[in-house]
């Protein structure tokens, strides 16, 4: 729990999976002999302090929703025997989405072509990594992402893979964009109305590719979607220390520390998923469809 | 000369100054007795290395222009007369230009403004401390502008100077524009057909201030103007090492080594300079109208 | 029924909770004794005129829809017991459904905030004084609303309830935006495609928003969707008197007399209903999902 | 099956329905006495020849796949008596789906329109006899359609219809447009993601009436969706031989071959098929609603 | 002067021919032999007292400065002859060039036209009363423009004049424009970079106009043009009253009390003046053409 | 004479030439001993009949106010002296002009770009052709230009001149400029300003590059300046026979006769004449600034 707070586990799928397994940990090494009510106070203490770890992510929300979903009244061993069961449908959920967001968006990759991405996203890795497996040619223009520069992270990994690369700093993505003929970006977070929560940055690029008239696709796990957006409720999107922008800033400079941004839906051509590719205004639909104990609301 | 091409002399009204004195220099210190012929190669001479040290700067170019403009047959006497007096005519000029930009330009200003720049601009800097200095209230949002982070240079300068300022990466450089209500900019050149040449990222931030509908407004000497783009000649736009962008990048990795771009005409309002407010448009004309020397083509 | 006729019954809710009222008042007072076939044929005909009386309100449409759907061929006694039954779910759907929209719409709202909006309807009004009851600081903007100035009924309930508030004459709409962060609109209908349809000028003022990148909000009641747009049927849109707009106009001078005009669904944010915040394009799927009756095509 | 492939059977309802026919006449000619095995292998043959007769008709992958779904181990004789069953089935829905089209679309126009299409479709004839037979004045422009000037196909058939229509050549289609108020056009497939196949020029065209704010709609049968979408799959968009473009070309002369381009859906204001009206990005949802049997994943 | 400045002469070029018969009633009306000093000073005290009745008018400003312009230091007499000279230039200047811009103007209506014009300009109705006088067929729409409904004006004066007019309120705007083939509208001033003010309204209508791809014409004037501009100085645009926004708002309710608003050039297809056509980026070019002693600078 | 008017002779600057020369004949193959009044009269006449036989072209227009300006009232020697010399003017112009224009214009390509170009321009083609002969490797894009295909004339010769050339159909134009970095196109006449009058689809061509972010420059001698169009006379655009676009269509069908449209200024990056390069806006003044005889009113 320590290290998710401290950000020593990063990448939303990894917070989750492990906020699945630490919970499934503390069921697992209860006492023996607790009163039901008593467990399930345990139990329920833990996933608070798991939700409140990382509170806007909603991957680890939906994990721990379903982790606990319709046991509340249930004895102790029934608890343990569900919550095992469903550690393990939420690790395999994570491996088997992954590796179909690969192959359906590597279906989008042609050869010759030049694909933009902007910070660094597992899910987008894991589609441009399979395309280069298919035999695909094909570039990546990627831009550096002040202030984590987390667009390294993914020069390093794909020219690792042999993938071409092109870096732009963040001031030049328009210049990344206009040789570009594909966009691909992962997401923090979906909302009811199809607004992809993104790193900062992303909204300038994708309204640039959306004037250049290229696609862009989301890439991510469809358990990123926020349900109690339905009701309203905001994301709290987290912001950076000043530090982070500019080390040895006077002291009377203001610094705008938003890390994160949303992105229209109108900018987006396609959420690739696990559940296939969906517009962004349809994606709620599609999560009512495909897994409804998530629509049931209850904050943790 | 050795210090303008090893840019230890910074900002092109700087390294035009120097030139017309180095010029000058030359000129002062040749040898007693020289033929005609001889001086003439000399000083000419002088101007291409002077030029050369800084080829993609029209400041430089045109003041060496008029140096020498309608010399060539002139005796070594008549020509060091010509060249001390307008050597003083040149530092005259960007004297009083600098202060007339910040008179106009800070007209502009009212209180309660939120003013945008990128980057770092002497008479954009020019313009908000005259401001400053008319008792007007008003905030400054800055973007970092990588990869020298001369935007630091501007929020130290203003802060200096008691102009509140808020800080921007630059992938945030929307955000620093929709909460603003003007945006200024610097220039290295502006050509016949009013495109502004400026550092990387302007042109997509005016684009974004164009949008919003704010107006964008060009500080700039004059003399910048580029009168050899009226018969096609492109600016060598200089482009940065690789280092700058990214040290110890992976070898296999390219870099996008843009250091400036062009801004459209139609995304700005108009340009301060000493002759007062035009449109780009127009600037060529109002450069003829004012400067007609310029305007007797000849290459150094 | 002459009320609603006569346009003193005011607001799509109330028409509808009225027609539910009138309508269950006729099925109370049919005379004892009536055959099943007499009996439906009277109620069928209140039912008729009830429709007539607002042929272009999709509420009074459902409303009444809902009422007798599946009762054709009952006995006068269930259909009484029925309709009773009915009427009270009538009531409380538009009772709870503003106290949703009231709670899901304020949590858009955040301190300092400048929200502008149009006309006046009462979904917006609900929300605006939520967000003031939770102690939000905010600010309205609101266009006046020719010809019948029902930006002036926004202004004082607004005032009245403390929440400031900036008045500005309709072409001054695009000023009204520039300094808004939020822009709340009512709706009288929304169709299959997600149009809306509201007050004239509202998609001019949802064009600029867009433009300004400001996000707009349709707070309505969910029964204002019209389900005879997935056939192609267009809604009668009312049309004003000429003397509304103009008093004692030159005889010869021709008047445009539209009151109402489509949005967009491009232009649209969100639609807040008591079913949660969906986008326009989706709207119809969750309607589907939730009121299946009212899908069962039928022309009263 | 060989007129299929020779392109003598022309557009996509009328190649699907044969492709049913085809399939029928196989299974019903099938050898007396064969195995369960070996008529579902001959069967899926048949099946397969059909498809590969041409590979990018959705329409006839989806009625190939309606015809043998949840047959592979039944008896022939169960076989042959649901293939008969489903071929009725699907003429059934070709015939009573284009009247319905033809209904929906016709609501969409009103007296004194301009109606713009490009191409030929067969639905978008229908719309627009069916508002002439309910005496609806109106005119088309129409645009020639280059290679194969299908504009004039579109021109005779309505002017024997005595549609009044007015013909351009397609760099005129934006002085077409500016006159029109509706944009009708047909599709050849429509994605998960609700984008559009139609003949090369429908995008632009689609864009200038979204400027000029002309509500686009498209006119299809259902089942020209691509199921296989969701997955990433890409339709294989036929290609033109150059001869079609440029008959005696040079031979160094490259040439654009496209014959198709898809349409963003958010050009598109609504899809009218048989199932209604739907916005593009709602089309996907609306299919698995009314035909599940279309979801399950199968490739013959 | 009083007059002047109760607003009792109303129109820009009214003012500025009052001004200039003021002015030249005072010059004849000074005592007999004061000096050449104190002459002047009473003068010079008339002029700035004409000034200040009206300072926004650049037209009143730039009549006065033509009437002194290089007088300071001549003898009472040579005044006298200059200025009743002048006054008599300046009454032929206002009445020929008003024919001139309804010639020009007129060119550019032809028959079956819709001219589309918001508040009421004399230049524009001279435009439109030339085209009918040359027996074009065309219909105006104009918008209503609140506070003080000047479209009424306009509608009464067209209609007078047998042109048909149409009459929209001002959030029907974009229908007014929708149906229009050509916008025209008068201008109160025009600034060095050729932005137009104009009546609150115009931009946000010549903004659709642009989008809607119909020309946009300012008939004025040209000695409305703002010299002063060129040095930054911004006009002081007149404000309202709030009674007359809102007569009897309540206390609390703030009003937007701005009349006028600048119009971007770039939404300016051209501006007609008795110079002839130019396009606003140009117009400043062409004063100084026709004008120079406009350019001398010099504050009365 | 005849074979202007009959169109044997094309291309506005052969027209031109041609008329210079047809002028010059009549005037050398006067009867000798005409009177001064008798000479001018046939003159003038011969000056008319040239006029009339291309009266939409200013080239034309220019190039015979030149041959006579200020003759009227001289000597049939004096005309006949001026005349001849002003023939070898015109000629040289023309020859110069055109090699400046190809010479300027070749500076806008450079390795590696795709230039698009609409119908067949001789300046156009002489550009392309002088920045093959400086060993510029590029490729072109052309449209085919229906009805008159001149897309293939351009196509054609620069294959001829071993320039690499892709052929698309007009309704591919959008994919012909998403390749492209650099539009070039000619001019039938230019206006004061800056509308560019050419072939039909240019303007939608223009369009579409301005969205993308392709500057467009239009390369034309300056003499097809229209001088008049500053007293708003509009050019009469010439319209084609209907048999040009459809030979044997329906008679009833009608059919957009246009050949030709106006070009916004917005849309167009410069102007490349033998003045050199300007914005179409200033082009005006940079004519009157070059030739100010074309400036002094007179129609034939």
Redesign the interface.
Known sequence: MKKIKNLEIQGAESVAIHSAKALSYVVRHQKQGLSKKEFWHNVKNAERQLFNARPTEPATYNVLKFMLAGLSRKSPEHVLEKVLEREKIVLEHFDKAMSKIA??????ISNGMVVYT?CHSSSVMAVLKRAKSLNKNFRV?V?????HLQG?LS??EL?RNKI?????????????L?EADLMLIGADAVT???QVIN???T??FAE?AH???IPVYVCTDSWKYDPE??????LNVEKGKSTI??KG??K?????R?LF?KV???LI??I?SEL????P??F???M??SYDWLFKRRKP
Chains 1, 2, 3, 4, 5, 6 share one sequence.
């Open positions: 192959e359906f968006g590597a279906r989008k902007h223009n831009t550096e992402t002040r202030p390294r020069a390093r020219n071409p690369v092109k870096y732009f700093i963040d001031s030049a993505g328009r210049q990344a206009k009811s109305t199809g790193k900062i940055g909204e300038m640039i004037i250049y008239d957006s339905i009701f309203g409720y905001e922008f500019w800033k006077p009377d400079v203001a610094i705008n938003h941004e229209d839906p109108d051509s396609g690739i296939g590719i969906y517009p205004s349809m709620a639909e599609e009512k469809r």
